[in-house]
């Protein structure tokens, strides 16, 4: 796809989106809605681990809402996708964040790139393509003339949340972000946490909140607790948060009955980590790792879970209460 015409997709799906969404949403929490093209690059995880700055030019897009008119300078949240791109569960999160007085800004990593979903097909694109989104996102709001640009926070669902997860990582701030803001928080939901990345211990000194269900089938929550006692000894301030008996998207309403993926790919039984020339491998095996690894999965489940849901909310409000300053 050339410049030009994911430029058009990008364009089209999010004013589609827009349309939606804001019929959905409920109009009183947002005064303002503008739809932003983010000038981004295509990298596999081997290039952008070494730092590889020149992939295949791209535009995606991205959907900010301003929750009230003026020349106010407003804190910002952005929003990254899972797997199955902007999923409804994901856009029910923008109102709870909107009545907060934040802005939203909402980016999808997959239309401008032709791929609706890569639940089935995690190689379609590598994991680390939206911590490089992200960047790009940061940058934008950071010059935006309603956006404070030290409040800005990340909050991310399964691969988007192991996107505002590692985005948080000093190494690849210093290979991938070209501006000076930094987020003030980083909020993921049941990110993937399976590799070990190289120095992945040196993250920002800001509030990272973990939220995981025990019952998560997709991913690793071993992984997970096994990363933040990673951090916490080297100082950080991370916490981890798990809800007894919840289930992968456990804030997803519309999943009432559980629903079982059978030809979704999980890594939850995969030990990966980063050696030299940015190749990541299986520990056990110490081969390169692709997606036909032997330790690679399918057929998890996604489910909802109100008990987890209400307090995640409840806890997001209160870390993006203090993080961002909102009182």
């Known amino acids: ?74 804190p910002a949240v952005v929003l990254l996708h899972g797997s199955s791109g902007i999923a409804a569960y994901v856009n029910d999160w923008v109102p709870v964040l909107s ?28 994991r680390l393509v939206q911590v490089f989104d992200s960047y790009r996102a940061l940058e934008l709001l950071a010059t935006h003339p309603r956006i404070d640009a030290s409040r800005i926070a990340a909050m991310g669902f399964s691969r988007g949340g192991q996107g505002v997860l ?18 003030a928080a980083s909020i993921p939901f049941y990110p993937e946490c399976d590799t070990a990345f190289i120095d992945d211990e040196n993250v920002n000194d800001i509030p990272i909140r973990i939220f995981h269900g025990v019952a998560d089938d997709y991913v690793s929550l071993p992984r997970c607790r096994s990363y933040v006692e990673r951090l916490r000894k080297a ?70 879970d109100e008990q987890a849901h209400k307090a995640s909310i409840q806890a997001v409000k209160e870390i993006l209460n203090a993080s961002l300053k909102l009182n």
């Open 1 to 74: 796809m050339d410049l030009k015409s994911a430029k058009l997709t990008a364009v089209v799906a999010f004013a589609a989106l827009s349309q939606t969404f804001f019929s959905s949403t409920g109009v009183a929490q947002t005064a303002r809605v503008e739809l932003h093209p983010i000038k981004t690059i295509t990298l596999t995880d081997q290039q952008f681990l070494n730092g590889i700055k020149n992939g295949p030019e791209v535009i995606i897009g991205g959907e900010l809402r301003l929750p009230r008119l003026g020349n106010e300078r407003l």
């Open 99 to 126: 009545s907060l007085g934040t802005a939203t800004f909402l980016v999808d990593s997959f239309a401008g790139r032709g791929i609706t979903s890569v639940g089935n097909d995690q190689g379609q694109l590598g």
């Open 166 to 183: 590692y985005a948080t990582m000093k190494r690849f701030q210093k290979m991938h972000s070209t501006g000076s803001a930094v987020f």
């Open 235 to 304: 100082g950080k301030d991370v916490e981890l948060t798990e809800y007894p008996g919840a289930q992968h998207v456990f804030d997803g309403v519309q999943f009432k009955t559980a629903l079982k993926l059978p030809d979704a790919q999980t890594t939850r039984n995969c030990r990966l980590e980063e050696v030299a020339d940015g190749i990541v491998v299986n520990s056990q095996t110490k081969q390169h790792f692709t997606y036909s690894d032997p330790c690679v999965e399918r057929g998890p489940t996604v489910a909802y």
